[in-house]
């Protein structure tokens, strides 16, 4: 079976570099072994997406050297390949959750969530650990509830444990508890992430996703729905991220590194590629290189296991090219 493995950017800001190395790094891990590499755009938090930030990281991505086979600007047999176009299939999902006793209705405001996230205990890395309180409602309480406001819709974590090998931080094994029940749909009708990546990437045919470890945590509750939807779990990898000088990571909303304004201040494409390859462990120095350059020795055990700091004076020497 040929490997599938995508990168799925949200388009509510421009393509930044810490945004740019994974693209590279996956885009990567498909070219060295002849898989097949797929581009969609996650819009589903319509609120905070744009179509003119899509395109422009399409067109930042092929600047970069980086092409895919299958896109929403060039289709495939496993399209739509922009989620807010994929609703039909997340509700199907939603039904088969329902009708197996999975979902539950929630009505706790957001105010409860953070008095949650305040207790002792009450936050897990995926935030507020939600303790069950409308899964113990009786059927009157939750009629009266939903006669006042729509809910969001909870998946009922079973009590088990998940075990993993994630290719970059090896064997895995987390309490499915620990983070409570989470939300599948928004009470706004916002399909969560965590629902649609799943039932996209199964949809898709993905068998390898390397994202950032900022997603690690997340990984148990997206393999409870796999299983839950009798559908086939990918591999995973996780690489750290990369970080400013304070030690936290780099946003998307720091205009100062992202790609298309480093394009607009005359930065070559290869010197770009050159500072991602070398802040992955690919080259020994920050020399500029064509992505297509990088297959041949691509290695996924090379790539840091800590985050990587990008200091400010590699941030001008990057631009300053």
């Known amino acids: 079976m040929t ?3 995508r990168f799925a950017p949200t388009p509510s800001g421009p393509l930044h570099i810490g945004n740019a190395r994974t693209a590279l790094l996956a885009w990567l891990q498909m070219r060295s ?12 938090d319509k609120p905070r997406s744009r179509p003119a930030l899509a395109e422009q990281i399409v067109d930042d991505l092929r600047w970069l050297g980086l092409d895919w086979e299958e896109g929403p600007d060039v289709g495939g047999p496993y399209g739509p390949y922009v989620q807010s176009l994929r609703e039909d299939l997340y509700e199907g999902a939603l039904e088969k959750l329902r009708g197996d006793g999975l979902l539950y209705p929630c009505y706790c ?32 309480q939750l009629a009266a509830k939903a006669a006042v406001k729509p809910p969001s819709l909870r998946f ?14 090896g064997p895995q094994v987390i309490s499915a508890a620990a983070g409570g029940d989470f939300v599948v749909r928004r009470a706004d009708g916002l399909y ?42 990918p591999r995973f990898a996780h ?9 936290r990571r780099l946003s998307k909303r720091d205009g100062a590194i992202s790609v298309a304004e480093m394009r607009a201040a005359g930065t070559a494409p ?6 991602l390859a070398f802040w992955s ?41």
């Open 281 to 321: 462990g690919l080259t020994d120095k920050p020399e500029p290189v064509k992505a297509a350059e990088l297959i041949d020795g691509f290695d996924l055990a090379r790539v840091p296991r800590e985050p990587v700091t990008v200091t400010e004076a590699a941030l001008r020497e990057l631009s300053g090219g």
């Open 3 to 5: 490997r599938r493995g």
């Open 33 to 44: 072994v002849g898989g097949t590499f797929v581009l969609r755009m996650e819009d589903i």
């Open 270 to 275: 290869e010197r770009i590629v050159g500072w």
């Open 239 to 247: 690489v750290p991220l990369l970080v400013g000088s304070d030690g």
């Open 192 to 233: 969560a992430y965590q629902l649609a990546v799943v039932v996209d990437d199964a949809a898709m045919r993905i068998t390898d996703v390397l994202r950032g470890d900022d997603l690690l945590d997340s990984t148990p509750r997206q393999l409870m729905l796999y299983e839950a939807l009798g559908l086939p779990a």
């Open 156 to 169: 009922v974590v079973p009590d088990t444990t998940i075990r993993f090998d994630d290719a970059v931080f």
């Open 109 to 140: 405001s957001r105010a409860e969530l953070a008095a949650i996230a305040s207790a002792p205990h009450g936050l897990s890395s995926e935030g507020p650990v939600y303790p069950g309180t409308c899964r113990k409602l009786a059927p009157e």
